[in-house]
């Protein structure tokens, strides 16, 4: 009988793809063998032509549910004679396993050359993400009947840790943090049975044979190690208005009393955050809706297996049971989200109430993840730890999501839990291995290898020591886990980032490629790359495409601080073809997170177009500053030579001259603060404005800050309502994007930067342009500094160009 290989690679391991093939096999009466591999996953057997492609073609029809086939291929290979069909272990030593070999290989598809066959042999699976508890387990949880009754840890071979918890390819339980744990009798039954759901499930386990919670009330003072005990304990000292730090899929997360305004106070006190808002944990999707207004859209999305934290509006019903303005202060949205693993779970339904989330951190610091940190750091915030024998391999944040509020648009405000690492709607295009490392802020890494990308979770800050620890771990982590060696490394122009100077240091001690990319240049490629638009001249008649990339910063190639940029792409070469005009930019990283120093700068240049708006600016601002500050500040701008183009920091600039906020506690604080503002008004009004503040046909395509500043401080002058000049600032952004198109005559435009997470300017953007233009946002990626490494990937190993003059 003829002897057939199946290889399939993309998300086939860890979502209980070879007991699916297995089963199919004996249902079919074949023999042969399947197994994980570090290339996909792979299907030997003996079966005649037409029935090898009848069980290729159930193979991807029958997929489960978790599983992504990217690439499959069926091959006619040298025979060989099975006498059953087995599963076999990756490193087992059997006289079934095969040598493969391209000369092995007769392709049986469209690939007809040995170099397709070849590309079956190289380290190219995709990683699962983790993935939230399903149904069938959940109910388990809950069976005073089932063994795993309020076991924390339950899973099956459609949910549980997956990307946190590996440590080798191909996926098996030897090569997770699951090795230490050997199945008891009753678990490896179920492993070995066929028709049990738990058939070959690699991370089985219960309470005999599993995992284990552990309660500390300081670093030396374990109170208990019994599962049940520790989580009647958990609920008491929730009810008594307790902080408690709880290990999770990525890491440790504090947990209290959403409904306690003391206790949310004392952790804002320890946790030294004293307006960013905090996430909430509700026990599940009824008591959610009970409190917050919730679509469709926003309901799948809190129940898929990703389980993030969405941004939604509360009801009148969560002003009664949460302390709603100390959990997110002056915010419209809360972040909520449902229990994605049993311990959660089982902690939410004991409380029976909204709880607090966040990641469990010290101010500036990543999430912490090892149990020694946890023990030694965070009993200054939380006053019990509690902790389980499960390693986490690779430390994770919570996803967060939001969907704009009048076009369902989904942004993505956090890419880590659920979702990180594979991208699936961009194909590498080039042989090489590549590696580039992100930005500063909101930092990422991107890997091309072997065909396929990822994009890291996010890893915070780059500021700190332990988030630049953690960056570096995380790449050798991936570096080891693929057994590559990066061809190229791209990274960013601004040699003071930690990201750059890892990317010099390591391409020093390589000799391998370093390529520098603009950082707005490489937000434009990652919006071009996640719409297809690099290479589809047939979308667009006129072979061009706008890139308006808004954000807070990046070096520009002038050598000043870009961030309202407007680019044009075309024929793989891009060139910056706008900007807001530039106004001074001082102090450092402290104009980032003072707005008022913004407002100061931004409103300099009104002078010439009205001497007497100046002195009322000047009048209005001086009260935001001492007279030292002010002498000082004045000094700077006069003799600076470093000016910024910024959008993020008109924004703060707006929301200070509008009383919003002159200092910040966290980055994008007055920015969210005046869209709120604007918000209420378009809430009211709907998207109408008599006017804006630029004019309807630009002179040339710099947009003149200082108009945009001098219609503000106009409207201010005239006693016009805050809400309503906070909305037409947001409708003359609108209205400054259809002017550069049409002046640059584009039909096509995409949108990336930090500024994009403003779900209002996304609303207004589509309300305006849609039929009129083509309008493209990010949908997998942040439109923030996270999708910076990826572009930067793009961008080096498509080989774009930029054609980057000065603008006058």
């Not at 800050?705 to 001098?710: F, G, I, N, P, W």
């Amino acid at each position: 009988m003829e002897t057939y290989h199946i290889h399939l690679n993309g998300i086939v391991q860890g979502v209980g793809f070879r007991p699916l093939v297995y089963r199919l096999a004996l249902n079919n009466g074949l023999n042969g063998y399947v197994r994980n591999d570090s290339n996909g996953l792979n299907v030997f057997f003996n079966a005649p032509a037409s029935q090898a492609a009848l069980f290729f073609a159930q193979i991807k029809q029958c997929a489960p549910p978790r599983a992504t086939i990217l690439r499959s291929a069926l091959y006619r290979i040298a025979d060989r004679t099975y006498p059953d069909f087995s599963i076999l272990v990756a490193g087992e030593i059997s006289a079934k396993e095969e040598d493969l070999t391209a000369s092995e290989i007769i392709p049986d598809t469209s690939e007809t050359d040995d170099t397709a066959a070849a590309k079956i042999l190289k380290k190219q699976v995709l990683i699962s993400p983790d993935i939230a508890i399903c149904q069938v387990c959940l109910k388990e949880l809950h069976d005073v009947g089932n063994r795993r009754y309020r076991y924390p840890f339950i899973t099956c071979t459609q949910c549980g840790p997956r990307y946190s918890i590996i440590n080798q390819l191909p996926y098996e339980r030897q090569a997770t943090a699951m090795h230490r744990f050997l199945m008891c009798k009753s678990c490896g039954r179920e492993y070995a049975d066929t028709a049990d759901r738990r058939f070959f499930s690699q991370t089985n386990s219960c309470s005999d044979c599993g995992i284990s919670l552990s309660l500390f009330e300081n670093p030396a003072g374990l109170i208990s190690n019994d599962n049940e005990t520790v989580l009647v304990q958990i609920k008491e000292f929730l009810q008594q208005g307790k902080v408690l730090a709880v290990k999770g899929i990525g890491g440790y997360i504090l947990l209290a009393d959403a409904g306690n305004r003391q206790t949310i106070q004392r952790l804002r006190s320890r946790k030294h955050r004293p307006q960013k808002p905090f996430a909430l944990l509700y026990p599940g999707l009824a008591e959610v809706q009970k409190d917050f207004h919730l679509n469709d859209q926003e309901r799948e999305i809190l129940e898929s297996p990703a389980a993030p934290i969405m941004l939604l509006s509360p009801k009148a019903t969560a002003f009664m049971e949460l302390a709603v303005d100390d959990i997110a202060p002056g915010l419209a949205r809360l972040g909520v989200m449902i229990p994605y693993n049993p311990l959660f779970d089982l902690i939410a339904c004991d409380f029976a109430r909204p709880l607090i989330a966040t990641s469990a951190n010290v101010s500036g610091s990543p999430i912490i993840y090892q149990e020694h940190d946890a023990l030694s750091y965070l009993f200054d915030i939380a006053d019990y730890v509690v902790s389980h024998n499960r390693e986490i391999s690779i430390p994770q944040d919570d996803s967060v999501i939001q969907l704009s509020k009048y076009s369902g648009q989904q942004i993505v405000l956090r890419r880590s839990r659920g979702y990180a690492p594979s991208l699936f709607n961009y194909k590498s295009s080039g042989s090489l291995c590549v590696l580039a490392t992100g930005a500063f802020l909101k930092s990422t890494f991107s890997l091309a290898i072997n065909g396929n990308v990822f994009v890291s979770q996010f890893l915070g800050s780059a500021e700190s020591y332990e988030s630049q620890v953690m960056y570096t771990n995380a790449i050798n982590h991936w570096l080891q886990l693929y057994a590559i060696q990066p061809e190229m490394i791209v990274t960013d122009l601004h040699s003071g980032y930690f990201s750059h100077q890892f990317a010099l240091e390591f391409a020093q001690k390589t000799g391998v490629k370093l390529k520098l990319v603009q950082h707005h240049e490489a937000h434009f490629a990652a919006v071009l790359a996640e719409n297809n638009l690099l290479h589809r001249k047939d979308l667009y008649e006129k072979d061009v495409v706008l890139g308006v990339i808004w954000d807070g910063t990046g070096l520009g190639h002038d050598g000043h601080i870009w961030g309202g940029e407007f680019f044009k792409y075309t024929h793989n070469e891009m060139q910056r073809c706008g900007h807001f005009d530039y106004f001074p930019a001082v102090a450092g990283d402290k104009m980032a997170i003072e707005p008022r120093i913004a407002a100061l700068c931004a409103t300099k240049s009104v002078w010439p177009l009205s001497a007497a708006l100046h002195e009322l600016s000047d009048v209005q601002l001086r009260e935001k500053f001492t007279a030292a500050e002010w002498n000082n500040y004045q000094s700077l701008m006069n003799s600076t030579n470093l000016f910024t183009s910024s959008a993020g920091r008109i924004f703060d600039a707006v929301a200070s001259l509008l009383g919003v906020g002159d200092k910040q506690s966290y980055e994008g604080e007055a920015a969210m603060y005046l869209q709120h503002m604007a918000e209420e008004y378009v809430a009211i009004n709907g998207f109408l404005m008599n006017g804006s503040y630029v004019e309807k046909e630009l002179s040339s395509a710099v947009i003149p800050t200082a108009a945009l500043m001098l219609g503000i401080l106009t409207d201010i002058e005239k006693g016009e309502d805050r809400k309503y000049i906070a909305a037409k600032f947001h409708y003359s952004l609108v209205c400054v994007i259809g002017n550069v198109a049409r002046k640059m005559n584009i039909d096509h435009i995409c949108f990336s930067g930090g500024v994009f997470q403003n779900a209002l300017l996304v609303d207004w953007i589509k309300c305006k342009y849609t039929g009129e233009y083509q309008l493209y946002f990010h949908a997998d990626l942040s439109p923030n500094d996270e999708n910076i490494s990826f572009g930067q990937l793009v961008y080096g190993e498509n080989n774009i160009q930029n054609n980057y003059h000065t603008m006058l």
